[in-house]
Antibody, heavy 120, light 107 residues
Framework: QVQLQGSGPGLVKPSQTLSLTCTVS??????????WSWIRQPAGKGLDWVGR???????NYNPSLESRVTISVDTSKNHFSLNLTSVTAADTAVYYC????????????WGQGTMVTVSS | EIVLTQSPATLSLSPGERATLSCRAS??????LAWYQHKPGQAPRLLIY???NRATGIPARFSGSGSGTDFILTIGSLEPEDFAVYYC?????????FGQGTRLEIK
């Protein structure tokens, strides 16, 4: 079955760019109609939707982050990526990649999560 | 943005008891509401989508109900593995939003 695995640096300096990748295994990222999404969770807080990209390349971002976030897909590598610029300590969180399914119309598959700390 | 408010924040129950978790939306989300279970160090797990549909592999003791602004997740008879944090999430209005979570702990 489809599985997601997030990866990327665990430490990013303030004002720099946070870059994470989510690799899809067990299926093609370009088959079917899904939204490939990023969701984050600051320590001790709830889940916060970051943004998504569809299998057709359409993107949607949380308005609170829209000026700083870019999500892209690389079908040749079967992965999608998150770039978040000008990070601050407030961006410290566990970042999850997830699939939003057209059948379940919910986040039906999640990666394990990548802890990212913003600190100098 | 639609705000989802979950109650209670913490629920203390014993195995075998029935759990009732609430999620209230700041405006109608029709039946476009999902529930997730989240354990420390693990990825969240989809339980219920579109208010009452159980996701694949989810035991029948988990059930969802509600529409509009008020939703309930019921766990019929708690098993030891059910103690976790539960989140509701709406997809009716972009951006998607999550509730702040209900922690279900062992009494």
């Amino acid at each position: 079955q489809v599985q997601l695995q997030g990866s990327g640096p665990g430490l990013v300096k303030p004002s720099q760019t946070l870059s994470l990748t989510c690799t899809v295994s067990g299926g093609s990222i370009s088959s079917g109609y899904y939204y490939w999404s990023w969701i984050r969770q600051p320590a001790g807080k709830g889940l916060d939707w970051v943004g998504r990209i569809s299998t057709t390349g359409n993107t949607n971002y949380n308005p609170s982050l829209e000026s700083r976030v870019t999500i892209s897909v690389d079908t040749s590598k079967n992965h999608f990526s998150l770039n978040l610029t000008s990070v601050t300590a407030a961006d410290t969180a566990v970042y999850y990649c997830a699939r939003f399914g057209s059948g379940t119309t919910a986040f039906d598959i999640w990666g394990q999560g990548t802890m990212v700390t913003v600190s100098s | 943005e639609i705000v989802l408010t979950q109650s209670p924040a913490t629920l203390s129950l014993s195995p075998g008891e029935r759990a009732t978790l609430s999620c209230r939306a700041s405006q109608s989300v029709s039946n476009y509401l999902a529930w997730y279970q989240h354990k420390p160090g693990q990825a969240p797990r989809l339980l219920i989508y579109d208010s009452f549909n159980r996701a694949t592999g989810i035991p029948a003791r988990f059930s969802g109900s509600g529409s509009g602004t008020d939703f309930i997740l019921t766990i019929g008879s708690l098993e030891p593995e059910d103690f976790a944090v539960y989140y509701c999430q709406q997809r009716y209005s972009w951006p998607d939003s999550f509730g702040q979570g209900t922690r279900l702990e062992i009494k």
